[in-house]
C-alpha cells in the first residue's frame, strides 16, 4: 500500500472526530473528501454545484476545487430539516 493511499484512508477515518492524526483540522477539503464524507459520487457534487445547492467552493489556479472545512460545516448545517 502506498504512504499516500494510507494518508487519505486515515483522514477520512478520522475526520469526523478531528479530520486528520494532527489535532488541527484541514482548512481545505477535496471534492473527493466531501463525496467520501457524504456518500455520495462525484457526478452528484458536481449536479449539486451546477444547481448552486452545494457547498461554496474555491477554484484553485490548477482547476482543482476545494471547499472550505469551515463552509463545509456550516453547509452541512444548513442542510439539517427542523423536527
Known amino acids: 500500500?502506498?504512504?499516500r493511499d494510507t494518508q487519505i484512508r486515515v483522514s477520512r477515518l478520522f475526520w469526523k472526530s478531528n479530520r486528520r492524526v494532527n489535532p488541527l483540522p484541514p482548512r481545505h477539503l477535496t471534492?473527493?473528501?466531501v463525496c467520501a464524507d457524504?456518500?455520495?459520487a462525484r457526478s452528484t457534487f458536481y449536479d449539486w454545484r451546477a444547481?448552486?445547492?452545494?457547498?461554496k467552493c474555491i477554484r484553485l489556479p490548477n482547476g482543482e476545487l476545494r471547499?472550505?472545512?469551515t463552509e463545509y460545516e456550516r453547509w452541512l448545517e444548513q442542510?439539517?430539516?427542523s423536527p
Open 67 to 69: 471547499v472550505r472545512a
Open 51 to 55: 444547481k448552486q445547492r452545494g457547498p
Open 31 to 33: 471534492v473527493a473528501d
Open 79 to 81: 442542510q439539517e430539516e
Open 38 to 40: 457524504l456518500g455520495i
Open 1 to 3: 500500500m502506498h504512504r
